[in-house]
């Protein structure tokens, strides 16, 4: 098993900057491919970023590329998400997604490959 705990959410204006951050524990944190995700309302839950076991690889979707910059630190079992740039479209739920592999492909992007969710954290972005 594994506890992911996000935090990090708030209020900010467009051009505005947040850093959210996911605390894990439970499980060997070195082993997980980790990720971002993201739920607007009345919208399907979205891929945002996804980093490999060792923070080496990254992927991110197009809407945030350039903007948003993920990371991790194995030793503290900390996954980051930088957003700069926000615009008012990145306003929704932002989750933190762990799943138990070492690979690093495209089904990074999928959520079904994910097995471990947080609870979610708010981003509200004003005009």
């Known amino acids: 098993q594994v506890q992911l705990v996000e935090s990090g959410g708030g209020l900010v204006q467009a051009g505005g900057s947040l850093r959210l951050s996911c605390a894990a524990s439970?499980?060997?944190?070195?082993?997980?491919?980790m990720a971002w995700f993201r739920q607007a309302p009345g919208k399907e839950r979205e891929f945002v970023a996804a980093?490999?076991?060792?923070?080496?690889?990254?992927s991110y979707a197009d809407p945030v590329k350039g903007r948003f910059t993920v990371s991790r630190d194995n030793p503290t079992n900390s996954l980051w998400t930088q957003m700069n740039s926000l615009k008012p479209e990145d306003t929704a739920v932002y989750y933190c997604?762990?799943?138990?592999?070492?690979?690093?492909?495209?089904?990074?992007?999928?959520?079904?490959?994910?097995?471990?969710w947080g609870q979610g954290t708010q981003v509200t972005v004003s005009s």
């Open positions: 997604a762990a799943r138990p592999t070492t690979a690093f492909d495209p089904t990074v992007r999928d959520k079904r490959r994910y097995i471990y």
């Open positions: 439970g499980r060997d944190f070195s082993m997980l491919t």
């Open positions: 980093i490999s076991w060792s923070g080496g690889s990254t």
